[in-house]
């Protein structure tokens, strides 16, 4: 029996963990100068923000900084607008990174990730 699956990128609503990142913020330079919008999720693949009145379409491509507790964290960012939801949330994709940029990224999620787990397993624990 042979078959084939395939899974067109576009179409993928989840790549990876997403998860929250207090202090965690995106800065692009528009025309305006820096705006900073709060950062409502993250993953190694993508992020979300919200903005309102919204100025993003779908397939917009920007440069944003990562800031970490108001300090730059990754900087120079590509990134790709992938869906803008009525509620004024903007899904993004990151474009491919510098390699350093990707290590950096993915510690941060699992840093996030760990945490989870250990505050998971001490709430377990308590109960």
Same mark, same amino acid.
């Given at each position: 029996?042979?078959?084939?699956?395939? !899974? /067109?990128?576009? /179409?993928? %609503? $989840?790549?990876?963990?997403?998860? $929250?990142?207090?202090?965690? /913020?995106?800065?692009?330079?528009? #025309?305006?100068?820096?705006?900073? +919008?709060?950062?409502?999720?993250?993953?190694?693949?993508? +992020?979300? +923000?919200?903005?309102? @009145?919204?100025?993003? #379409?779908? =397939?917009?491509?920007?440069?944003?900084? %990562? %800031?970490?507790?108001?300090?730059?964290?990754? =900087? &120079? !960012?590509?990134?790709?607008?992938?869906?803008? %939801?009525?509620?004024? !949330? !903007? =899904?993004?994709?990151?474009? @491919?990174?510098?390699?350093?940029? &990707?290590?950096? *990224?993915?510690? *941060?999620?699992?840093?996030?990730?760990?945490? *989870?787990? &250990?505050?998971?397993?001490?709430?377990?624990?308590?109960?």
């Amino acid at each position: 029996m042979d078959f084939e699956i395939k !899974i /067109d990128e576009e /179409d993928k %609503l $989840r790549q990876a963990f997403r998860t $929250r990142v207090p202090g965690l /913020d995106i800065r692009i330079n528009t #025309s305006k100068g820096p705006l900073d +919008f709060q950062v409502r999720d993250i993953s190694a693949t993508g +992020f979300a +923000f919200a903005d309102n @009145p919204r100025g993003y #379409s779908a =397939g917009l491509e920007f440069t944003l900084d %990562l %800031l970490l507790g108001k300090k730059l964290f990754l =900087g &120079e !960012i590509k990134a790709k607008v992938m869906r803008v %939801l009525d509620n004024g !949330i !903007i =899904g993004c994709n990151f474009l @491919p990174m510098e390699r350093r940029q &990707e290590i950096r *990224l993915d510690k *941060l999620v699992l840093e996030v990730q760990k945490r *989870l787990i &250990e505050l998971r397993k001490a709430k377990r624990e308590a109960e």
